[in-house]
């Protein structure tokens, strides 16, 4: 299916500029850090950089997997880095966080998915800085969720995020190596572990879903106590992948607000920019950043 072909007005964003961006951007770049926000091509870049805030992809860039809604190469990754963990806490330093988020690409390669890393990033960053709070958005760990809960036990406190992205019946097409039914047990796990954690799922609109389906899937995070809700617009990262469906005027993501706020999340964020990270440091509900 081709899908349309002219970005509405609402979908129009500046490019970034200006001292906070060049800083950001010279600040990764010095220290050799990836970010989701360029390898993901996100429209929000401008924005969050001009803020002084940008979400750390640890484990390299290369993916074990191949969404298709997702332009993060994919192929074999390096070992992890163990200066990673310095690196990032320098990051959050020079940047002076207040609240970091922290993502990576999958590593079904690392016998614990890479979990264990995650914890040493957080423990290594919460040493230099006490203050700093902690957003994980993590993959779904197949074939070693217990062990990947156990290994991030120590570094809690953290919002632990992880994103179904889409409705189940569209996983073949756009998440051929996930489950959903994977990603919401993984999610329940989190919570039983970590009652007084929150934690938080994302889903993208515009790739062919149905409102029923949406629905479905808002009432199945909630049944695995899922606290946060992101939803946004899928927008095409590169030319390999998906093509948008349907674009979602902002007034049907503000729709999607308040019946997610009916349906008793906690924090709930949908306008067609938001991402999982995006303006994820606020503590209450946002529907329009
Ligand atoms: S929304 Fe997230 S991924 Fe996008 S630019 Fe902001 S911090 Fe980066």
Not at 76 to 83: F, L, Q, R, V, Y
């Amino acid at each position: 299916m081709s899908g349309p072909r002219r970005l509405p007005p609402w979908l129009k964003r500046r490019l970034g500029a200006g001292d906070t961006f060049q800083q950001t951007s010279a600040t990764l770049e010095s220290l050799g850090l990836e970010t989701i926000c360029t390898n993901a091509n996100c429209p929000n870049r401008g924005d969050c950089w001009s803020r002084g805030t940008a979400t750390v992809l640890i484990l390299g860039n290369i993916c074990t997997r191949n969404c298709r809604f997702c332009s993060v190469g994919h192929g074999k990754p390096e070992s992890p880095n163990p200066d990673e963990p310095k690196k990032v806490a320098e990051m959050a330093r020079r940047m002076a966080l207040k609240y970091l988020v922290i993502t990576s690409v999958d590593r079904d390669d690392l016998p614990d998915g890479g979990s264990g890393h995650f914890r040493n990033v957080i423990l290594y960053c919460r040493r230099e800085l006490p203050q700093l709070q902690f957003e994980l958005l993590v993959p779904d760990f197949r074939g070693c969720p217990d062990l990947a809960i156990e290994s991030l036990t120590p570094a809690a406190p953290f919002v632990f995020g992880h994103n179904v992205e889409t409705v189940p019946s569209l996983y073949e097409k756009a998440r051929p190596g996930g489950d959903y039914h994977r990603s919401l047990e993984l999610l329940r796990m989190a919570k039983a572990t970590w009652p007084h954690l929150d934690t938080k799922s994302s889903l993208m609109l515009g790739l062919g879903e149905r409102d029923d389906e949406i629905q479905a899937v808002l009432k199945d995070l909630r049944a695995v106590g899922c606290d946060r809700l992101a939803i946004g617009q899928y927008l095409r990262p590169s030319k390999e992948s998906l093509e948008v469906v349907e674009y979602i005027p902002p007034e049907k993501f503000d729709a999607w607000a308040d019946i997610a706020q009916h349906m008793g999340f906690r924090w709930v964020m949908a306008s067609p920019f938001t991402r999982s990270s995006y303006h994820a440091e606020l503590q209450d509900t946002d529907k329009e950043p």
